[in-house]
């Protein structure tokens, strides 16, 4: 690995990675059973150089904003090189928003570029927003068809500058991405994050879960993401390590990647961890009982002896199947984005598949805190990283508070909110808005969230004001979204709901024309995003002199209602 | 060539199959997270049952936000 400590930038420590590891395989890109490219650290660096001088022929330098938005392929690496060969601020935005939301984040992260797919790019083009998106000047469409209308784009794979791009150096502290947490629909959480963040983290979780050259990362999480732009991107390519990107993700073909490309970590959101549980349990439950009695003697002895520390060589000789369908080389399967149950994390470290899980926000670099797996606890979060110090705020009687935590991984700030910084990150701790105590051997346990917003299954985070425009105009007199845990504390982070309140009109009642109404409305929200129940509120909502929703009062006075009772299916 | 309303119907068939839920329960408009309780994984399963009947490949971002059936017939219907 290289030493990141003498580094100041991504870009510097990501152009050393090329020429150290240049003759190792750093990508391979896979589309169900074909595999589309597959490249050297040399060939990545051919490939990207030409794009860089292309970036730079159109006067692209040092701070200003590429945005990508790519479903996780080869290009969208290449792309984010180039860009931080330049001096550039990367925007990786999400492939799944809308594309009016797209422009939104466009128009915010004031970005001059815009790197995309041809599919994507003809959706954008569809919705409202180019417009207030103006300064994207640059537009760089890849796959396109050979006739296709790129409306002034460029096509991707002809972007190409003549002779050497000039190198762009950046300072640690300067803004090396713009990752958005959130806010879509109303307030924009545009994370700031330095190339600082980015090296510290890297030290922070190599020291863990180490990368080096033979090392096979299957990156299925979206690349904009900070848990797989940190350990599919930026930590196995400063580690020499390969990065094997899948272009769908049918479970099919993500089961067969695993032995194909003989898979040494991969990183999952819990949704994903718990179907792939359900799918290897109804084949041991398949088992005819004489087998499965030898199968559950042998997941004892294997339970017996990794209690301490995983021991990966015993573990694959005993449940050798079950390890051969992972590819018989998987060392760790990495959970994040949210909460994932324990019960969840211990069924796979029982069959000798440690599970790294941990606990972090994109304001404070990805992780953390992170299992150390000495020994594995499944009902905690795992201890803070090195570098990181946390610290519980206003515990209570059973010594639960706010996690806080500060860290050179901490973003300098929201993009255009300083407002919204200055109540985040107060006296260089960033408050996290999440609750847990340390259990005495110094693990950390979660135990629901102070804020008001949900984290899906799916490791996305809602904030109910993002939400709320899909209900504006509403034929009632008031409403306003809540997370249901926000007003009725659950102490648990799964399962999260939101909910509509309403504030019916005198005389108005629930009909069925008005549910009829909230329901289609609910329909045009993205799956993840919907309510899941009404709430009749009988009062006026509090309001400020501006008129703005007291959302803290109005959460008090609806604590006070019976959660059971009070939430109405949708 | 089929029409649309004919894979739509196919498609209705199809996933009604593969959830074992009666096929004159679901209607082309139906929301299929919700009518069916499913998650974007298992929608991901029903699409490669539904790839290997028309035959045709159905990129993942071909099915990006679709949530209705109609739509998702519309969006095979143009690669047969």
């Given at each position: 690995m290289l030493d990141l400590s003498d580094y100041s930038s991504i870009g510097e420590a990501l152009k050393d990675a090329l020429e150290t590891f240049a003759p190792e395989v750093c990508l391979i890109e896979a589309d169900r059973d074909r595999e589309n490219h597959r490249y050297t650290y040399r060939g990545f660096k051919q490939l990207a150089l030409p794009l860089a001088k292309g970036l730079q022929d159109a006067g692209f330098g040092a701070g200003?904003?590429?945005?990508?938005?790519?479903?996780?392929?080869?290009?969208?690496?290449?792309?984010?090189?180039?860009?931080f060969f330049r001096g550039g601020v990367l925007v990786p935005l999400d492939y799944k928003l809308t594309p009016s939301e797209q422009w939104q984040l466009l128009q915010?992260?004031?970005?001059?570029?815009?790197?995309?797919?041809?599919p994507i790019w003809r959706q954008l083009q569809t919705a409202a927003g180019r417009s207030a998106a103006a300064g994207v000047r640059t537009i760089l469409v890849s796959e396109a068809p050979p006739n296709a209308d790129l409306a002034g784009a460029h096509r991707w794979e002809e972007f190409r500058g003549k002779g050497q791009p000039d190198f762009v150096a950046r300072r640690r502290k300067d803004t090396a991405c713009i990752v958005y947490s959130s806010g879509t629909g109303g307030r924009p959480k545009g994370c700031m994050m330095t190339h600082e963040n980015y090296l510290e983290q890297c030290v922070a979780l190599t020291s863990l879960y180490p990368f080096w050259p033979s090392v096979r990362y299957l990156s299925i999480l979206p690349t904009n993401h900070a848990i797989d732009f940190m350990v599919g991107f930026f930590g196995p390519f400063t580690c020499g390590a390969t990065v094997v990107h899948l272009r769908t993700l049918r479970p099919e073909y993500v089961r067969e990647a695993f032995s194909k490309y003989k898979i040494t970590y991969v990183s999952l959101v819990p949704l994903v961890l718990k179907n792939l549980q359900k799918g290897l349990q109804a084949r041991f439950d398949a088992l005819p009982a004489g087998k499965r009695r030898v199968f559950d003697a042998l997941v004892r002895i294997n339970k017996a002896v990794t209690k301490n520390r995983p021991l990966p060589i015993v573990s694959r000789l005993l449940l050798?199947?079950?390890h051969a369908a992972f590819g018989g080389e998987?060392?760790?399967?990495?959970?994040?984005?949210?909460f994932a149950e324990?019960?969840?994390?211990?069924?796979?470290?029982?069959?000798?598949?440690?599970?790294?899980?941990?606990y972090g926000l994109t304001e404070a670099g990805t992780a953390i805190t992170v299992n150390d797996l000495k020994p594995f606890r499944a009902d905690t979060v795992g201890k803070p990283l090195p570098g990181m110090e946390v610290r519980i705020i206003a515990p209570d009687a059973e010594g639960i508070g706010e996690v806080t935590v500060r860290s050179k991984t901490v973003m300098s700030g929201y993009l255009h909110d300083p407002e919204l910084t200055a109540e985040t990150i107060v006296d260089g701790w960033l408050m996290t808005g999440d609750l847990g105590r340390?259990?005495?051997?110094?693990?950390?346990?979660l135990f629901g969230r102070k804020k008001n917003m949900i984290v899906t299954e799916e490791g996305k985070n809602i904030y109910p004001e993002d939400i709320e425009t899909v209900f504006d105009s509403l034929s009632v007199k008031e409403f306003c979204v809540f997370a249901a845990n926000y007003i009725w504390p659950q102490r648990s982070m799964v399962g999260e709901q939101l909910i509509l309140v309403l504030r019916l009109e005198p005389g108005q009642t629930l009909t069925a024309d008005l549910r009829r109404d909230i329901a289609g409305r609910n329909n045009r929200l993205l799956n993840y995003k919907r309510v899941h129940g009404v709430v009749l509120f009988e009062e006026d909502f509090p309001r400020t002199a501006s008129l703005k929703i007291k959302r803290n009062v109005l959460a008090e006075r609806l604590a006070r209602l019976d959660r059971a009772a009070a939430v109405l299916p949708l | 060539m089929r029409t649309l309303d004919q894979t739509t119907a196919e498609v209705l068939q199809l996933a009604a199959n593969h959830f074992k839920v009666p096929a004159d329960s679901l209607a082309p408009d139906d929301d299929f997270f919700k009518k069916l309780g499913?998650?974007?994984?298992q929608t991901l399963e029903m699409l490669s049952r539904i790839e290997n009947h028309f035959g045709i490949e159905l990129p993942d971002y071909e099915v990006q936000g679709v949530s209705d059936f109609r739509t998702l017939a519309s969006r095979i219907q143009s690669r047969l």
């Open positions: 200003d904003r590429a945005a990508i938005i790519m479903t996780n392929q080869s290009k969208w690496l290449l792309s984010a090189y180039a860009v915010h992260s004031g970005a001059n570029v815009l790197i995309t797919e041809f050798k199947q079950v998987l060392r760790a399967i990495i959970v994040g984005g949210a324990p019960e969840n994390l211990q069924f796979f470290y029982d069959l000798g598949i440690p599970v790294a899980n941990g340390f259990d005495p051997t110094g693990h950390l346990q | 499913i998650d974007s994984l």
